[in-house]
């Protein structure tokens, strides 16, 4: 069977591979897989910038699947089921434990940018059967880890207020949600035309911050000097000070992503005087991932794809994410 591999130098370094095709052990399944999707750290890690994956490390942690063989023991999931993989295969549910990192598909162990895998049967979900391959592609990360922020630890209500960063997968995967919960979503971008469709996706209000760089003002007066209820953070260190002074008093900042670096000054008065909550959201576990499927299902949801790449295609692929230009999610389709 053809794999990628990547030895975490650089994104033109992906390789194809001519590797065995795996068979499935005592609780595990094989699955045919049938498309996967890219994540900024699924950049850093080809780039050798989150800690350095296993050498020669299949990349990729979000795909989807049909089984096609189960070993001894397996019986929660059968062949013909369509499953994606979870982010990390030993999150099964409560909170996160320090073991768990090392189970994060396509950085310490083998990823799903292959023709088969072979996984732990207790790290599979079944997915939305409405989805397309493309479009179930893409939950495992992007999606989890949005749905964790507002619902699982965000505790977002109905009539709340969100705003949301930029318009890559979490961001819009936050849209969607917070729109369903009932709540109203504010979101920032640099790009109109991004605005534009995130406006049709149902945000309440839209910011160009290239144009007007003081956002955290504009969230302030959106919300008669209060501030907004939550905010899906994916900048770090760059936005977060901006975030805090968007936040009301006793709010909450979802810190989800490091796209501006991994160190920067914050002023901490900004969060203990104020009493803001700030939650380090790491993806979530096998049963966050079985929540949001139903709450997808219930509502129909779908994913926003940006564009689908071949198998062939896979360093392109890399490439058109990095680049930053795209909205929603870079799927690549693995098998028809």
């Given at each position: ?7 975490g ?26 498309a996967?999707?890219?994540n900024?750290v ?6 050798g ?17 049909e ?7 397996v ?5 013909g089921?369509?499953?994606?993989g979870?982010?990390e295969?030993?999150?099964i549910?409560?909170?996160l ?12 162990i083998d ?11 207790n790290?599979v ?21 949005a ?22 997968g979490?961001?819009?995967?936050a ?10 979503v ?31 003002r ?17 900048g770090?260190?760059?936005t ?28 901490t ?13 790491h ?24 564009r ?29």
């Amino acid at each position: 069977m053809r794999a990628y591999r990547t030895h975490g130098d650089g994104i033109d370094r992906l390789t194809t591979v001519e590797v065995k095709r795996p068979r499935a052990r005592a609780g595990q399944v094989v699955l045919r897989m049938k498309a996967a999707s890219i994540n900024y750290v699924d950049l850093q890690i080809a780039r050798g910038e989150f800690g350095g994956p296993k050498a020669g490390v299949i990349p990729l942690s979000d795909g989807v699947g049909e089984i096609i063989e189960v070993g001894e023991g397996v019986e929660r999931v059968a062949v013909g089921d369509r499953v994606a993989g979870i982010f990390e295969q030993g999150w099964i549910s409560g909170p996160l434990l320090p073991s768990y990192p090392a189970t994060h598909l396509g950085n310490r162990i083998d990823g799903v940018l292959a023709e088969y895998v072979a996984l732990d049967a207790n790290g599979v979900v079944r997915v939305p059967d409405h989805l397309t391959d493309e479009e179930a592609a893409t939950l495992p990360c992007a999606g989890v880890t949005a749905w964790n922020a507002l619902v699982e630890m965000g505790d977002v209500r109905a009539g709340d207020t969100v705003l949301v960063l930029g318009t890559g997968g979490v961001s819009l995967f936050a849209l969607q949600f917070a729109r369903v919960i009932g709540a109203r979503v504010l979101i920032v971008s640099s790009s109109d035309a991004k605005l534009a469709r995130a406006s049709e996706l149902g945000a309440t209000a839209c910011l160009n911050y290239r144009t007007t760089p003081d956002w955290e003002r504009w969230a302030i007066e959106l919300t008669d000097g209060a501030g907004v209820d939550h905010v899906v953070e994916v900048g770090g260190p760059g936005t977060l000070g901006k975030s805090l002074k968007a936040v009301r008093m006793a709010g909450t900042i979802s810190l989800i992503g490091t796209l501006t670096g991994d160190a920067g000054m914050v002023r901490t008065t900004d969060i203990f005087f104020r009493n803001v909550r700030v939650l380090g959201i790491h993806v979530g576990s096998r049963g966050m991932f079985e929540n949001m499927n139903r709450a997808i299902a219930h509502h129909q949801l779908r994913p926003v794809i940006d564009r689908v790449f071949s198998f062939d295609q896979a360093v392109e692929a890399f490439r058109h994410v990095e680049g930053g230009s795209h909205f929603g999610k870079s799927v690549i389709r693995i098998a028809a």
